[in-house]
Nanobody, 116 residues
Framework: QVQLVESGGGLVQPGGSLRLSCTAS????????LSWYRQAPGKEREFVAS????????PLRNTGKDQWIPSRDNIKNIGYLQNDSLKPEDTAVYYC?????????WGQGTQVTVSS
């Protein structure tokens, strides 16, 4: 059974840092792209970042659009998403997901709140 479990969210001040985790089980994690999305209150779910099995990321690093940086540990079956300069507009529920066999699998989400 495919399972994705996010953790690491919380309340943080503007300019602070968070590292979110996505623990995967029930499938060959190392073979699939891991994606991160977020959904703010009253808004559509939106794409944040993704990472290929070999570490290629979207958005590309060092382009000014990579404040959220994905990484992964294919031995531990865990994906990470880190931001070291959080803004109030980053407040949302963050989800990890994988797609295979035509099905998108989602975790339950973890709440990130950026506020002073």
């Amino acid at each position: 059974q495919v399972q994705l479990v996010e953790s690491g969210g919380g309340l943080v001040q503007p300019g602070g840092s968070l590292r979110l985790s996505c623990t995967a089980s029930g499938f060959m994690f190392r073979e699939y792209i891991l994606s991160w999305y977020r959904q703010a209150p009253g808004k559509e779910r939106e794409f944040v970042a993704s990472i290929t099995p070999f570490g290629g990321t979207t958005p590309l690093r060092n382009t000014g659009k990579d404040q959220w940086i994905p990484s992964r540990d294919n031995i531990k079956n865990i994906g990470y998403l880190q931001n070291d300069s959080l803004k109030p507009e980053d407040t949302a529920v963050y989800y990890c997901s994988v797609t295979f066999s035509g099905t998108v699998h989602w975790g339950q989400g973890t709440q990130v709140t950026v506020s002073s």
